[in-house]
């Protein structure tokens, strides 16, 4: 399949001549770039990565916070290096488990980022150079004296000369991959998106997605370059609440992940209706429970596009749009994604042939231009396609009479109890219809004598029991198909980019034991540890201030969620600090949050 776009640098310089007088991305607090800007950065860039030793072989890592100076300078990269985003809460232990797949030449690093400690002693330990923005970036690039990069270190294994992005997989269902998406790939399936929702200029998207997952540069932020329209930065962390955001800057679309809409529609207020500006919601990245889509359309007052996506096919496979629910009936238990987006699905069966009947599932396959050719392991790079350049997934699925892709879940959701193969979305699409339960994950487990048997974990605002949610459950699903283990939590835990971390509950179900923190005052010092030492103080000055008052940023409250987890023993999310914003309320959150899981 011979692709029919332009070398990379042509095609950005076209978009950017195109709109330039745009612009390009937004903060809430109103900095911008331009196209026009963006342009000449990459002019600047072309001319000095030469000088300073960066080459089309060279890895460059980008702790990627959503600023537009970040932004830029990562996608400016990408055109010349391969270009590494980082989540910038990366402790030093993952860096040195990611960059087993590729060690970076050289770090690039935000002014405004918080704490860099990890990333620090990483690159000390390994003599990797560390570069900061602003001033530091334009004297290593732009300064009178050429740098040279100590290349004695260069990586073993670079697939060719070509440069683009690798993103790391979040893990959500085992160990992360790095995936190596070339320009190709990239436009391919931005283009795609951009023609299938009919995205101009005249359009306004709303940014809420991590850079550093691939929903969040190319299914939001290349989609809106290669259609001309504004990006404006949000994060539902952000102390600016959802309402006013879209009242002031009138976004017509955005993507984002369930976890994102369902915080969304959680923090909104009750009585406020959905932005008359919005033309749709995407949703994408897991599976979205007819209840939630039910709300969100109430909320949105615009149709829902339903995405499965995956980073091998550089974000987007399929979609659906979604207008109403078709029947009141909640507990519907099909996950319909929709027909292909400029690419071929293929079923399947255990022997890698082909299934064309309906309604027989097996693992789905596809190919074209967006579909990534390289992955890395921990030790080098393998090829992911085969001869025929399919990508064989590990999702299960099936085509139905309408020829609409029906997904079953990853092949690690398929459940094999006692030989009998069910599928774990449709018990959680089942247990979300409960009206008391808010949120759930169903997993396998191991059993000596099923094989494989089945866990739930509910989340619920009510203390639910176990009996009645069975008494629920048997009057949609058959008796082997019913949980043998329920979890009830306050919250499901959360990668940092809003996938659940099936790891951390497949943990919860081998370690039950009660906290050993239980006296308030040890929580406080904690608590005071963590807060002066991410925040760079002495002592709490007033406890009664808002965080956001001390102009801390979400990458802050991600990383104070991060390290009060790991202190304390319990997970903390980040919109336990967003809803509990002052030293003492989060306190008071904290003690309340360790004395119910100690009782």
Same mark, same amino acid.
């Given at each position: 399949?011979?692709?029919?776009?332009?070398?990379?640098?042509?095609?950005?310089?076209?978009?950017?001549?195109?709109?330039?007088?745009?612009?390009?991305?937004?903060?809430?607090?109103?900095?911008?770039? /331009?196209?026009?800007?963006?342009?000449?950065?990459?002019?600047?860039?072309?001319?000095?990565?030469?000088?300073?030793?960066?080459?089309?072989?060279? $890895?460059?890592?980008?702790?990627?916070?959503?600023?537009?100076?970040?932004?830029?300078?990562?996608?400016?990269?990408? #055109?010349?290096?391969?270009?590494?985003?980082?989540?910038?809460?990366?402790?030093?232990?993952?860096?040195?488990?990611?960059?087993?797949?590729?060690?970076?030449?050289?770090?690039?690093?935000?002014?405004?980022?918080?704490?860099?400690?990890?990333?620090?002693?990483?690159?000390?330990?390994?003599?990797?150079?560390?570069?900061?923005?602003?001033?530091?970036?334009?004297?290593?690039?732009?300064?009178?004296?050429?740098?040279?990069? *100590?290349?004695?270190?260069?990586?073993?294994?670079?697939?060719?000369?070509?440069?683009?992005?690798?993103?790391?997989?979040?893990?959500?269902?085992?160990?992360?991959?790095?995936?190596? #998406?070339?320009? +190709?790939?990239?436009?391919?399936?931005?283009?795609?998106?951009?023609?299938?929702?009919?995205?101009?200029?005249?359009?306004?998207?709303?940014?809420?997605?991590?850079?550093?997952?691939?929903?969040?540069?190319?299914?939001?932020?290349?989609?809106?370059?290669?259609?001309?329209? &504004?990006?404006?930065?949000?994060?539902?962390?952000?102390?600016?609440?959802?309402?006013?955001?879209?009242?002031?800057?009138?976004?017509?679309?955005?993507?984002?992940?369930?976890?994102?809409?369902?915080?969304?529609?959680?923090?909104?207020?009750?009585?406020?209706?959905?932005?008359?500006?919005?033309?749709? $919601?995407? &949703?994408?990245?897991?599976?979205?429970?007819?209840?939630?889509?039910?709300?969100?359309?109430?909320?949105?007052?615009?149709?829902?596009?339903?995405?499965?996506?995956?980073? +091998?096919?550089?974000?987007?496979?399929?979609?659906?749009?979604?207008?109403?629910?078709?029947?009141?009936?909640?507990?519907?238990?099909? @996950? @319909?994604?929709?027909?292909? $987006?400029?690419?071929?699905?293929?079923?399947?069966?255990?022997?890698?042939?082909?299934?064309?009947?309906?309604?027989?599932?097996?693992?789905?396959?596809?190919?074209?231009?967006?579909?990534?050719?390289?992955?890395?392991?921990?030790?080098?790079?393998?090829?992911?396609?085969?001869?025929?350049?399919?990508?064989?997934?590990?999702?299960?699925?099936?085509?139905?009479?309408?020829?609409?892709?029906?997904?079953?879940?990853?092949?690690?959701?398929?459940?094999?109890?006692?030989? +009998?193969?069910?599928?774990?979305?449709?018990?959680?699409?089942?247990?979300?219809?409960?009206?008391?339960?808010?949120?759930?994950?169903?997993?396998?487990?191991?059993?000596?004598?099923?094989?494989? *048997?089945?866990?739930?974990?509910?989340?619920?605002?009510?203390? !639910?029991?176990?009996?009645?949610?069975?008494?629920?459950?048997? @009057?949609?699903?058959? %008796?082997?198909?019913?949980?043998?283990?329920?979890?009830? !939590?306050?919250?499901?835990?959360?990668?940092?980019?809003?996938?659940?971390?099936?790891?951390?509950?497949?943990?919860?179900?081998?370690?039950?034991?009660?906290?050993?923190?239980?006296?308030? +005052?040890?929580?406080?010092?904690?608590?005071?540890?963590?807060?002066?030492?991410?925040?760079?103080?002495?002592?709490? %000055?007033?406890?009664?201030?808002?965080?956001?008052?001390?102009?801390?940023?979400?990458?802050?409250?991600?990383?104070?969620?991060?390290?009060?987890?790991?202190?304390?023993?319990?997970?903390?999310?980040?919109?336990?600090?967003?809803?509990?914003?002052?030293? &003492?309320?989060?306190?008071?959150?904290?003690?309340?949050?360790? /004395?119910?899981?100690?009782?």
């Amino acid at each position: 399949m011979k692709s029919d776009i332009p070398s990379p640098i042509h095609e950005y310089r076209n978009i950017i001549q195109l709109y330039s007088a745009r612009v390009l991305w937004k903060t809430c607090d109103g900095y911008t770039i /331009s196209y026009n800007q963006f342009g000449k950065l990459i002019s600047s860039l072309s001319e000095h990565v030469n000088r300073v030793s960066l080459s089309s072989k060279s $890895v460059c890592y980008v702790s990627s916070e959503n600023h537009p100076d970040t932004i830029a300078l990562l996608l400016g990269l990408s #055109l010349f290096v391969k270009c590494v985003p980082i989540n910038p809460g990366t402790t030093t232990h993952e860096l040195h488990q990611v960059s087993k797949n590729l060690q970076p030449d050289i770090f690039f690093t935000h002014p405004s980022q918080g704490d860099i400690a990890a990333i620090t002693s990483y690159c000390d330990e390994n003599n990797i150079p560390m570069v900061r923005f602003s001033a530091e970036i334009d004297h290593f690039l732009f300064g009178d004296e050429p740098t040279h990069l *100590d290349k004695s270190k260069n990586n073993a294994v670079i697939l060719d000369e070509t440069p683009g992005w690798v993103f790391h997989t979040s893990g959500s269902s085992g160990l992360p991959k790095a995936i190596f #998406l070339t320009h +190709e790939n990239v436009f391919t399936n931005a283009i795609a998106m951009r023609d299938k929702l009919q995205i101009t200029e005249k359009d306004i998207n709303l940014h809420t997605l991590p850079i550093f997952h691939v929903g969040g540069i190319i299914q939001s932020l290349m989609t809106s370059f290669v259609s001309g329209c &504004t990006s404006i930065f949000w994060s539902p962390f952000s102390s600016i609440p959802f309402q006013e955001v879209i009242a002031v800057f009138k976004p017509t679309w955005f993507t984002s992940s369930p976890a994102i809409h369902k915080m969304i529609l959680r923090q909104a207020s009750s009585n406020m209706i959905g932005s008359k500006s919005f033309r749709f $919601v995407r &949703t994408s990245s897991a599976f979205l429970d007819q209840k939630s889509i039910k709300e969100m359309l109430s909320f949105y007052n615009v149709p829902i596009i339903s995405a499965y996506g995956a980073t +091998e096919a550089a974000g987007q496979i399929t979609l659906k749009q979604i207008n109403k629910i078709e029947s009141d009936d909640q507990t519907s238990t099909e @996950n @319909n994604v929709g027909h292909p $987006v400029s690419m071929e699905i293929d079923i399947l069966d255990d022997d890698l042939l082909s299934i064309s009947n309906p309604n027989i599932p097996g693992k789905v396959a596809y190919r074209g231009n967006q579909v990534a050719k390289y992955a890395f392991d921990l030790e080098n790079a393998n090829k992911i396609t085969n001869a025929e350049n399919w990508y064989i997934s590990e999702d299960v699925g099936y085509w139905n009479v309408l020829n609409e892709l029906i997904l079953l879940g990853r092949s690690i959701e398929i459940i094999n109890r006692g030989g +009998e193969l069910i599928s774990a979305k449709e018990i959680e699409n089942i247990l979300i219809s409960h009206s008391q339960v808010s949120d759930c994950v169903v997993l396998p487990i191991l059993d000596d004598v099923f094989g494989d *048997d089945i866990c739930a974990f509910i989340v619920s605002d009510v203390q !639910l029991q176990i009996h009645d949610v069975v008494a629920f459950l048997q @009057n949609y699903l058959s %008796d082997h198909k019913i949980p043998s283990r329920f979890y009830f !939590l306050e919250q499901l835990p959360l990668l940092p980019n809003f996938k659940i971390d099936i790891e951390k509950l497949f943990e919860y179900t081998k370690n039950t034991s009660k906290l050993s923190i239980q006296n308030k +005052e040890e929580i406080q010092n904690t608590l005071q540890i963590v807060w002066c030492e991410l925040f760079d103080t002495d002592e709490i %000055d007033d406890p009664s201030v808002s965080i956001f008052q001390s102009a801390a940023d979400s990458m802050m409250i991600m990383q104070l969620a991060l390290h009060l987890s790991e202190a304390l023993q319990i997970r903390v999310l980040p919109s336990d600090i967003f809803n509990h914003s002052t030293f &003492t309320t989060l306190l008071n959150f904290l003690y309340s949050k360790i /004395s119910q899981e100690n009782h």
